[in-house]
């Protein structure tokens, strides 16, 4: 017969198995209702928006397969895509938008061709792998794969090296397509690599740098503010080539910093570098402003950008010498859409620069509209296109051919498209120079390219307007809301003109008494009796190839490499600064974001994507299974 004092003991015992498997329990059905990314099955990633979007991937090159997980802190719809390659915009974007409805994930193949509503792609390449939701932490993750080539006109290649991507989710926590207000953002990501994408390092040995920053530049209560701030370089101890520029974003201010410019300027009487020395303040660009003392850009940073690094065999000059770049401004644009005040910058940039002069000077050679004397812009039109030239006259008086290795772009608010063609010895087409289909005004980027220019070619630059929403004709010229048209080159071997001055300039001219023409040189002085467009491309330009309607679903879709002409061309690669926090690619988690084919297959994704579940679930049923055990043996 049980004592008391057993039955005690047995009562104890029982009490403390029983608060064992609550504890137990409570703790394992903690962990299984939480969801999370499996770091095996995607081995890189990278945070967004502050820690509310993290996108995840893994890339089988052999297959043609990329893989991500969209990690985000939302209950509603998840938005991502492949932007347009060159601007990185909404518009001429390939999206998916995936959601979790009744605990079933579901996925939409996308496109955008303007900033709405994206479209539905007749062609659903995006594919669902898994779509998990977690409600009582506001998590959703959405698993998709696709080709890394293009499957139809309304998709975007994934190629090796810098890839553009924009992302969004619900506003709302709704599941229903709608508008993400600032729940939205864009960069760009190095998902893998090739031999030709790698970054380029530079292997100079002597190599000084310095900083310059905005020096608690106060930004203004005010949707949108550009501000200006000149730096004198050091150029007493005589000629050096600057081979790097990198991007440094302050973190404190690093959502409030849309892009920026660097101008190489001179020191001129009235010049922006003594307007803004040491002195940050509100201005407008510097770009066809001749009294500004600029003259051209240096380099330029959109978020998601990196570094600047000049080809092994160039720099830029670093000198005091007329030509010499002696000075700097940096013109930077900052986004404040709620209005905050007290928001203090100091971002900037870094200079690497080496005494030991390289093989070759680099330059930068403005094509289209350099002195914006083209004609006012007619209101009212949808695709109003200019067409400029630098003819083949001009670049017969070159001295050797160049090989450009960035390209910039550059209208203003109402630009649509715009793109420079090619023409070897003028007669046949080689292909665009660069080409953007979705010109967006606040996304404007270097864009990495490798083309042999010879001597005899023609170049002749497109720019397009949608003007519909304007009343009046917009003239060309240096506010934000008038308009330009001009093609930035960086290339080598800097060209001389006869007179031994910087060939900067080949493009169009409005000359007050002959009209339209052409210049090419250092001045608007250096003109050639050459109409403008000397000859005209064919029609059809303003076609956008992205969104066409009407092809074949499994179409091969080649989109133009601007990065591979010439073998004989060595190009610059933007790279990720390793000392900015605002550079997607260098928050990568593994390096194995360039390897391929190595790693879990296709089905073990769709079916170990849900395995922390199924492992709580089994251990879950241990517990119970021990503490009814434990009971019966106790009774």
């Known amino acids: 017969m049980m004592t008391s004092s057993s039955r005690q003991r047995i009562s104890t015992a029982m009490m403390a198995i029983s ?61 991502f895509g492949i932007a347009e390659p060159t601007s990185g915009s909404m518009p001429g974007a390939d999206v998916v938008i995936g959601s979790v409805r009744a605990s079933q994930g579901a996925v939409q193949d996308m496109y955008t061709t303007e900033f709405g509503t994206p479209l539905m792609d007749d062609c659903q390449d995006w594919h669902l792998v898994n779509g998990r939701e977690d409600s009582t ?99 007493s101890s005589g000629p050096s080539h600057i081979i790097q520029i990198d991007p440094l974003v302050d973190p404190a201010t690093k959502p409030y910093v849309h892009h920026f410019f660097i101008h190489s300027c001179k020191n001129v009487s009235g010049g922006y570098v003594q307007q803004y020395y040491n002195n940050p303040a509100v201005c407008s660009t510097p770009v066809g402003r001749p009294s500004s003392g600029c003259t051209s850009e240096l380099y330029a940073w959109a978020m998601g950008g990196g570094s600047l690094v000049v080809p092994q065999q160039a720099g830029y000059r670093m000198s005091d010498a007329t030509d010499g770049i002696s000075h700097i401004v940096i013109e930077l644009h900052y986004s404040n859409p709620n209005r905050l005040p007290n928001l203090v910058d100091n971002s900037g940039v870094r200079i690497h620069w080496t005494p030991h002069l390289r093989q070759f000077d680099a330059g930068v050679l403005q094509l289209g509209d350099p002195f914006l004397t083209l004609d006012d812009i007619p209101a009212g039109r949808s695709d109003f296109q200019y067409e400029t030239t630098c003819p083949s006259q001009c670049t017969r008086q070159w001295s050797h051919d160049i090989i450009v290795f960035q390209d910039f772009l550059h209208m203003h608010e109402l630009g649509d498209m715009i793109w420079t063609n090619q023409w070897s010895n003028g007669t046949t087409l080689v292909g665009p120079i660069n080409r953007i289909e979705y010109y967006a005004f606040a996304q404007q980027q270097l864009t990495e390219v490798n083309k042999v220019i010879k001597r005899g070619d023609r170049l002749n630059t497109h720019c397009a307007w949608n003007t519909m929403g304007k009343s009046t004709p917009t003239p060309m010229g240096i506010e934000t809301t008038d308009e330009m048209c001009i093609d930035f080159l960086f290339y080598y071997p800097a060209l001389r003109t006869a007179s031994n001055k910087a060939y900067s300039y080949c493009g169009n001219l409005n000359h007050p008494s002959v009209g339209s023409i052409s210049m090419c040189g250092a001045s608007a002085s250096d003109v050639v009796m050459v109409p403008q467009p000397s000859v005209p491309d ?44 605002t550079t997607a690619a260098a928050q990568s988690t593994s390096s194995s974001a360039s390897t391929s084919g190595v790693g879990v297959p296709r089905e073990d994704i769709m079916s170990g994507s849900s395995s922390i579940h199924h492992h709580h679930h089994a251990e879950m049923m241990i517990v119970v299974l021990f503490c009814f055990i434990a009971g019966v043996v106790l009774l």
């Open 19 to 79: 608060l064992f498997c609550i504890i137990i329990t409570t703790l394992l059905a903690s962990f299984a209702v939480g969801i999370s990314v499996d770091s095996a099955l995607y081995p890189n990633k990278v945070v967004l928006m502050d820690n509310f979007y993290t996108l995840h991937w893994r890339v089988d090159v052999p297959n043609d397969d990329i893989f991500f997980a969209l990690e985000v802190n939302t209950t509603g719809f998840v938005g």
């Open 137 to 235: 932490a506001g998590v959703t993750i959405i698993e998709v794969t696709r080709k890394l080539h293009a499957n139809d006109t309304r998709d975007r290649n994934i190629p090796p090296g810098l890839v553009r991507i924009i992302y969004a989710f619900s506003a709302s926590n709704s599941d229903t397509l709608g508008y993400h207000r600032s729940n939205r953002g864009f960069t760009a990501v190095r998902f893998y690599e090739d031999s030709t994408s790698v970054p380029v390092q530079y292997t100079d040995l002597d190599v000084s740098t310095a900083e310059y920053h905005m020096n608690n530049a106060r930004i203004p209560a005010q949707v949108t503010t550009y501000m200006c701030h000149s730096f004198a370089l050091p150029v």
């Open 538 to 581: 064919p029609t059809g330009g303003l076609v956008k190839q992205f969104g066409l309607s009407g092809d074949a679903c499994g179409a091969v879709i080649i989109e133009d490499d601007t990065t591979s002409t010439s073998a004989t061309a060595t190009a610059t690669t933007s790279v990720a600064n390793p000392d900015s926090s």
